[in-house]
């Protein structure tokens, strides 16, 4: 079975066009689960194929409820496409919680065999037996980063986990520097007990998601059925249903649907990288590579104000893959909007409203980013709380530098690194000036405390300076399983409110307001008749 699925896996790779459908799954399967070529080509094929299967299920359940009627394919196809977005997200938290399971399993085995050895490799090696298989692909790259600096190449850009970023901090800095006062263990109970708190978030978000999906999908699964009642019911539907205007209200049903899944969906997303690996493939296409060249070096297009906020405050999206986004949605919209003219013999026209919508569908990658916007703050207090727990475990080693904090600092974020990065690059001309800039830039977050203390360290030395957080470490964990408790609940509320408010919309197009006309033009003609 294996040799088939990585037989697929190749065929899939052969032809660019495949390669763009397979890139996605491979890159995050390569995150989880960095297995040989083999293994990669293997997992990624079964994952593929696996949500594919589900997606194609559930696109012909919704086919078959409304017998196999051609008006209702593109609703179809739509619960397919949103189906497998689904599955493929359900599988990476799912991947990504059996990782931090058996990483908290692990440290406990680690600290047991710590006690005995007194050697931080030794322990390592002694408690690999006790970790779980998923873990154990993540355990071999550490061990390889060791005895080195940073963290390993295939880590840096595509961790799965920052908890393992501190974990490697941890492990590196203790062989490195020693273990005084036995901040090594005290440093693992501190990372067990961060994990163990996220455990708990994912768990009270997946209990609040578990339903979301069948919740949102149900609204256009029941168009035909509702169709099927509401006909039998009233004459004179049928002509609604089957006519221009039928089509009209499934369109608005499905746009509206289209929205709420993606906000949906983009709120359980583990990561906030959408669906970049897919974009780089496409850009990878020789002509579209040089169209965007050309785009970018003959227009202002890179200096907008979008293009500010994605340096600002998202440097780990790419402006170039917003707009080619962007430009899908519009293409993709204009097709679909031009067969459906064609379909029903329309005047040639409404080609220039068609035009229109297609420009303002073009703007959903805007309301992706606004739903960014809407947590931003959120995930930045969730990066800067994970860089204060790595920063007071470096901190609390002997012998630790100034430079090398912030270059686990640079390694380890996302919305923090370019201004890190600028600090380090400035930090041998000036580190006074280069840190009270770095001050400037985060001086309305909390991330200023870590600041602070590294510009005191120069004067008072790291542990001095660092005293002050590491005293409070246990009111910052605290702190932070507050701040996650309130994302968990502002989700909620989100959910809450806007959860049934699709079935609520496709009802109220679909079967109520055909009644309603039937209905005012079944009275206006008995009026007539009676005048």
């Known amino acids: 079975m294996e040799r088939v699925l990585f037989s697929i896996y190749k065929l899939l790779c052969f032809s660019t066009f495949g390669r763009i459908i397979i890139s996605k799954t491979e890159y995050e399967v390569g995150r989880y689960l960095p297995f040989d070529n083999y293994g990669m080509g293997v997992t990624t094929a079964r994952v593929f ?59 406990n085995e680690l600290r047991r065999e710590y006690y005995r050895f007194n050697d931080v490799e030794e322990a390592f090696l002694a408690a690999f037996s006790a970790a779980g298989e998923e873990l154990k692909l993540h ?12 963290v390993p190449e295939r880590y840096r850009d595509a961790s799965p986990n920052r908890f393992l970023f501190i974990f490697i901090a941890i492990c590196q800095c ?80 499905l746009v509206i649907t289209l929205l709420f899944v993606i906000f949906f969906e983009k709120m359980q997303e583990i990561r906030c990288d959408g669906i970049t690996p897919l974009l780089s493939g496409i850009m990878e296409i020789g002509l579209v590579n040089k169209g965007f060249k050309w785009l970018f070096d003959k227009t202002s297009t890179g200096k907008s104000s979008i293009a500010e906020i994605f340096d600002k405050n998202f440097p780990e999206k790419s402006y170039q893959h917003f707009i080619l986004s962007r430009i899908f949605w519009f293409i993709g919209s204009f097709v679909i909007g031009s067969l459906w003219i064609i379909y029903w013999q329309l005047s ?18 805007h309301l992706s980013l606004v739903i960014d916007g809407m947590f931003y703050e959120a995930m930045l207090e969730e990066e800067i709380g994970q860089v204060r727990l790595m920063t007071i475990s470096l901190a609390g080693v002997i012998g630790m530098t100034v430079e090398e904090i912030l270059l686990w600092i640079e390694n380890f974020t996302s919305f923090l690194r370019d201004s890190v990065s600028t600090c380090i690059d400035e930090l041998d001309v000036d580190e006074h000036d280069a840190l009270d800039l770095l001050r400037d830039r985060w001086k309305t977050t909390s ?17 001095e300076a660092f ?34 408010l699709p079935f609520m919309l496709s009802v109220g197009a679909y079967m109520i307001a055909p009644f309603l006309v039937i209905s005012v033009r079944n009275l206006l003609d008995i009026t007539v008749k009676l005048s």
């Open 139 to 150: 355990l071999g790259l550490i061990e390889e980063a060791m005895d080195g600096d940073g």
């Open 467 to 500: 005293k002050d957080l590491l005293s409070r470490r246990d009111y910052y964990s605290a702190k932070r399983r507050q701040e996650q408790e309130l994302i968990v609940r502002k989700k909620e509320a989100i959910i809450s409110t806007f959860l049934y």
């Open 348 to 365: 040639l026209v409404l080609m220039i409203p068609a035009i229109l919508i297609a420009f303002c569908m073009s703007f959903i990658p």
């Open 447 to 463: 991330f200023i405390n870590v600041i602070d203390d590294l510009i005191a360290s120069d004067k008072i030395g790291i542990n």
């Open 49 to 107: 194929l696996s949500n594919l299967f589900k997606a194609f299920f559930i696109a012909g359940l919704a086919f078959s409820i409304a017998f196999f009627d051609i008006k209702y394919l593109p609703i179809a196809i739509m619960l397919g496409g949103a189906t497998y977005k689904d599955s493929f997200v359900k599988w990476k938290r799912k991947q990504e919680k059996t990782i931090l399971r058996q990483l908290s399993s692990y440290l």
């Open 174 to 253: 203790a062989i490195k520097y020693g273990d005084n006062d036995n901040t090594f263990v005290s440093n693992i109970d501190e990372l067990q007990k961060n994990i163990d708190s996220d455990l708990l978030k994912w768990e009270r978000e997946d209990f609040i998601f578990s339903a979301v999906f069948f919740a949102i999908c149900f609204a256009l699964i029941s168009l035909p059925i509702m169709e099927r009642w509401a006909i039998s019911q009233v004459e004179g539907l049928t002509e609604f249903y089957d006519g221009f205007k039928g089509s009209v209200t499934r369109v608005a049903c």
